[in-house]
């Protein structure tokens, strides 16, 4: 069974991503004092009290959503509140009561579902004198908090788990490899996951940074379970804009961190930009796995899909050339041709950064490099390799032992990698090469 969801819902501005943040222990949500900040809904698990919760944070609901924006929000919210357990209904007491909050109202009682009415911003006694006048809702005996102080927040949580039905605890599920989904504004990152998950899950909008926060939606393929994240798009550092887009942008960069595999989305009508290989650089620097997907080739091929491919990947291999090891996929996510190969090809390179290569086999890969090229030599001095080990995986890293590691040039290490690749693959990840010199005594021995 799935945790139990709590939604929190509410007008624009009324305080919900505060809130949301609070409960999470963490800033997981964008708090800026501007409507409509938070469009799409973010998840997040919460424990209390030997409990585990889901708490959806949801956009403002516009009772009179005029714009497409808008109306595509409101109807996050109401998928928000369609498969939530117990709807937290946030109002603020420095406003009163509005026409809107009657409308929601209205609105959740429809819905059937628990909920609990929430009046935040309660920081003072007079304002909690205020409280009693959110009665006349019709809701239920209003919860005072100050999401912001965090007075009210154990009673809240508390009438929360009075208010979830008799459910099973969930099974602990096993680690399941992340995925991020990033690249530049509007190259079809949010239209990539719903073609992934056949539904309408993230907004999908022809303006650039619809997408504001990273959403994170767990999707089974083959028997296999992803946790995929949608983020903002990244612009150049200098086009970034203060306040939301700033946290969108650096919200994108944690989800990389967080990621073992990342999908940097290309767009085919522009080619590859300089903003995209610096967001590649930044997976590289990251070692985190990589699979280029080249998005809008609809836009681009002719009648035959495959034809002016190889161009193409001549292209993107030579502007990438820092992560040839990252395969290239050509598909459309408005067509959805090409989409099956993106999942096996990512699943396939999470196997590839937990491969763990023995020692004896690893050594004699290195024999046969250093007979077939051996180290320059360095100021009159010859670089040794004693040995290697495998120390870790994801990413997979190498520990070579040598004379010294000052003699180490950079196109050996280079070398010493693409061999590696030849020999064992590691198919869309990075690897790490480590340099050690021999302790003193071991020296002495030798």
Same mark, same amino acid.
């Given at each position: ?86 709807? $937290? ?56 908090? +100050? ?43 949010? +239209? ?68 073992? *595999? ?37 836009? *681009? ?47 396939? $390179? ?83 090469? $480590? ?12």
């Amino acid at each position: 069974m799935a945790k139990p969801i709590v939604a929190i819902v509410g007008r624009p501005n009324v305080g919900k991503s505060t809130l949301f943040n609070r409960l999470a222990g963490q800033r997981l949500a964008i708090v800026e004092d501007v409507p409509g900040t938070t469009r799409d809904r973010l998840y997040t698990d919460v424990e209390w009290r030997d409990r585990s919760l889901t708490v959806v944070d949801t956009g403002g609901l516009w009772p009179r959503a005029e714009k497409d924006l808008e109306a595509q929000v409101r109807l996050q919210v109401e998928e928000a509140i369609q498969e939530a357990d117990v709807i $937290v209904f946030l109002v603020d007491v420095t406003s009163g009561l509005l026409p809107d909050d009657y409308y929601i109202a209205e609105q959740l009682r429809r819905s059937e579902k628990p909920v609990l009415l929430v009046v935040t911003k309660v920081d003072n006694p007079r304002r909690r004198g205020d409280v009693p006048l959110f009665y006349e809702l019709g809701i239920g005996d209003p919860i005072a908090i +100050s999401a912001y102080h965090g007075t009210g927040i154990r009673e809240l949580l508390d009438s929360v788990l009075e208010g979830l039905p008799d459910m099973p605890e969930a099974e602990e599920m096993p680690e399941t490899p992340k995925v991020a989904i990033v690249g530049r504004p509007n190259t079809g990152k949010s +239209s990539l996951l719903n073609a992934f998950l056949g539904q309408e899950r993230a907004i999908v909008n022809e303006k650039p940074g619809t997408t504001r926060d990273s959403i994170d939606t767990i999707l089974t393929w083959d028997g296999q379970s992803l946790l995929l994240i949608d983020t903002a798009g990244i612009r150049r550092r200098g086009r970034i804009e203060a306040g939301v887009e700033y946290y969108s942008s650096l919200r994108a960069f944690r989800a990389i961190e967080r990621a073992d *595999v990342a999908l940097l989305v290309l767009d085919a009508s522009e080619g590859a930009t300089a903003q995209d290989t610096h967001i590649a650089g930044y997976i590289r620097d990251s070692f985190k796995g990589a699979v280029l997907v080249v998005n809008k080739w609809d836009l *681009v091929a002719t009648e035959h899909w495959k034809e002016p491919q190889n161009e193409w990947e001549e292209a993107i291999r030579q502007r990438f050339r820092f992560m040839d090891y990252a395969p290239i996929l050509f598909i459309s996510a408005k067509t959805r041709r090409g989409i099956k190969e993106i999942l096996p090809v990512t699943l396939q $390179v999470h196997q590839e950064r937990q491969k763990r290569i023995p020692t004896g086999m690893l050594n004699q890969m290195l024999e046969k490099t250093l007979a077939a090229h051996p180290p320059p030599s360095r100021r009159g001095r010859q670089l040794k390799i004693h040995y290697v080990t495998q120390a870790e995986t994801r990413p997979p890293t190498f520990v070579f032992f040598v004379n010294d590691r000052d003699l180490v040039h950079f196109s050996y290490e280079r070398h010493l990698e693409n061999r590696l690749r030849d020999a064992f693959g590691f198919m869309g990840t990075p690897i790490r090469l $480590v340099f050690k010199a021999r302790e003193r005594k071991d020296r002495e021995r030798s």
